[in-house]
């Protein structure tokens, strides 16, 4: 039934409240380890953590939302794809200028020590910038 | 002098409207809040209820055996209470109850022979069982109107952290369940362990019957997942108990507005009364004297 209609129903949930809920034709995000998966509809039973990432998801009407998604899971059936994350940001929501300071914190930091902590923030900083479509070719 | 009695109840008369103005302000401010705090308690149910949902799918799929976080200890000989109250006072029995409720609990330990370790959240928790003597972990104050999750994490990241450490056997959730408007009860519900019975009941399976896929393995979710649910539980809780601090709060200030007014009633009338005496002292004065002078005459 849902192969047929050739859609899914896409869901973003934080904590606070439901961040997006939309009709979609594919997902993609990146698991833990797993490196980026799609799905389409139609998709297995699928369970997976993620890690910080540019999440896309391809809407109906053509258009893409963009979104950052730090750490949370996915889980997924036929019909839909929900995304459960405690920190996920819509590409509207992000704030270009402050993702770029803390991406070039980090990295000045990871020069003199390197954390996991340090590696986090610069994961973030990515995904955010990446969602944002503010990220330079050159980093 | 019964002019000098008009005079001090007109006083209190007006210090009594004075206060009412200002229980009257915060029970509409109460009322205002408890209707944004009750949009975030329903706000917050689909992210934990589908957090519950892959918590039994995947302990279904069998991976939730040797997660620290499900496993119970066979002897619990330290409890961690977290208690929830308001930072605040002016909300009636609110606070009292949630600290009543864990004093029972703590009182029962005592007598199984199990310590105790409290977890204060609000201002009125930590003051109470300061004063009193109890022990004490880490408290959170400051924000207990309007909790946010970025709290909730730090909580339950503290109190996982107290468990895994072996500082305590247990940790038991004390707070305001906001069931409606005009109904809150004070619960108790344990937070670590997690209730095994949440994770039974899952199938591992989705609703269209196929078996679960899982990246990476399904331990390795359970594992990042399990703190998660906590702090989910833990925000739920704080929200719960806010928008019942709000109830609370504008009931108390409701009954504290009618009394107000009640006063304000009882005082007119005895003043009014003293205004007359004392009118009536006066003319039987002027009366008396106006005779005295005329029989002198």
């Known amino acids: 039934m849902a192969e047929a209609s050739g859609t899914m129903r896409v869901e973003v949930v934080s904590p606070e409240r439901i961040l997006f809920s939309g ?3 594919q997902v993609i995000t990146r698991t833990l380890e797993g490196g980026e998966v799609a799905f389409l509809p139609g998709h297995a039973a699928f369970l997976g953590a993620l890690t910080e990432n540019h999440t896309r998801i391809y809407l109906v009407d053509g258009s893409i939302q963009n979104l950052a998604v730090h750490l949370g899971f996915v889980e997924v059936g036929a019909d839909h794809v929900t995304i459960l994350s405690d920190s996920a940001e819509l590409e509207q929501d992000i704030d270009v200028a402050r993702a770029k300071a803390a991406k070039e914190r ?16 610069l994961r973030r900083a990515h995904a955010r910038l990446s969602a944002a479509g503010g990220l330079n070719s050159s980093h | 002098m019964a ?11 007006r210090s009594v409207q004075a206060t009412k103005k200002i229980t009257r302000a915060m029970e509409l401010i109460a009322a205002s809040r408890i209707v944004k705090a009750q949009q975030r308690v329903s706000a917050a149910v689909p992210y934990s209820e589908l957090i ?14 040797e997660s620290p976080l499900l496993a119970g200890r066979d002897q619990v000989k330290k409890v961690c209470y977290v208690v929830l109250t308001a930072d605040r006072g002016l909300c009636g029995g609110y606070n009292s109850g949630v600290m009543r409720a864990t004093e029972g ?10 310590d105790h370790v409290i977890v204060p959240v609000g201002r009125k928790a930590e003051g109470y069982f300061r004063f009193r003597g109890y022990n004490m972990a880490q408290s959170f104050t400051g924000f207990t109107d309007s909790p946010t999750y970025a709290i909730a994490k730090e909580i339950g990241e503290y109190v996982t952290g107290l468990f895994t450490s072996g500082e305590v056997d247990r940790v038991e959730l004390v707070y305001t369940r906001f069931v409606s408007a005009g109904n809150q009860e004070v619960v108790q519900r344990p937070l670590v362990p997690l209730d095994t019975k949440v994770a039974e009941g899952g199938d591992g399976k989705s609703e269209a019957g196929h078996d679960y896929e899982f990246e990476p393995t399904p331990e390795l979710i359970l594992e990042t997942l399990l703190p998660r649910y906590v702090e989910a539980r833990v925000y739920a809780a704080l929200l719960n108990a ?7 709060r504008q009931r108390a200030m409701k009954a504290a507005t009618d009394n107000a007014e009640e006063l304000i009633k009882n ?3 005895i003043m009014n009364r003293a205004r007359q005496d004392s009118i009536t002292t006066e003319i039987m004065e002027i009366v008396g004297g106006a005779e005295a002078m005329a029989s002198g005459n």
């Open chain 1, 106 to 121: 980090a990295e000045t930091q990871m020069r003199t020590e390197h954390s996991t902590e340090v590696e986090a923030d």
């Open chain 2, 3 to 13: 002019g000098g009695q008009e005079r001090i109840l007109r006083g209190r008369i």
């Open chain 2, 52 to 65: 519950t949902e892959v918590v039994r799918d995947l302990s279904a799929a069998g991976a939730g055996s």
């Open chain 1, 23 to 25: 009709e979609a034709k």
């Open chain 2, 242 to 248: 806010a928008a019942s601090e709000h109830a609370f």
């Open chain 2, 267 to 269: 005082l007119s009338r």
């Open chain 2, 105 to 114: 609990e703590i009182k029962q330990d005592a007598l199984s022979g199990r």
